[in-house]
């Protein structure tokens, strides 16, 4: 069975640090390009950071640039979200998902999702 599971959000006070996990069964990682997004409820869900397969290039959001890495662990098929500096407006439920060619921030090209995680940045 195909499955993306995140875990490592919770409660964080501004300036602190996470470190989100993708961990993937049923796919071969190394095969994918690795999307990670963020959701706010009443709003649209917004791309974070993406890497690729093949050259391990990343991109990132401007909103998170210098603060956010993204990484991934072929041999453990799991996807990594290090989030330092965290501010309030970081506050979000945080996906990752994997598309089978070059990716992007849109999230319309992704084939497989997670479920999840919450993140809350507050004092």
């Known amino acids: 069975q195909r499955q993306l599971v995140e875990s490592g959000g919770g409660l964080v006070q501004p300036g602190g640090s996470l470190r989100l996990s993708c961990a993937v069964s049923?796919?071969?990682?190394?095969?994918?390009?690795i999307g990670w997004f963020r959701q706010v409820p009443g709003k649209e869900r917004e791309g974070v950071s993406c890497?690729?397969?093949?050259?391990?290039?990343?991109e990132y959001a401007d909103s998170v640039k210098g603060r956010f890495t993204i990484s991934r662990d072929n041999a453990k098929n799991t996807a990594y979200l290090q989030m330092n500096n965290l501010r309030p407006e970081d506050t979000a439920i945080y996906y990752c998902?994997?598309?089978?060619?070059?990716?992007?921030?849109?999230?319309?090209?992704?084939?497989?999702w997670g479920q999840g995680t919450q993140v809350t940045v507050s004092s």
């Open positions: 998902a994997l598309v089978d060619g070059t990716p992007s921030l849109r999230e319309s090209l992704y084939k497989f």
């Open positions: 049923g796919l071969t990682l190394e095969y994918y390009a």
């Open positions: 890497l690729r397969s093949s050259d391990g290039r990343a």
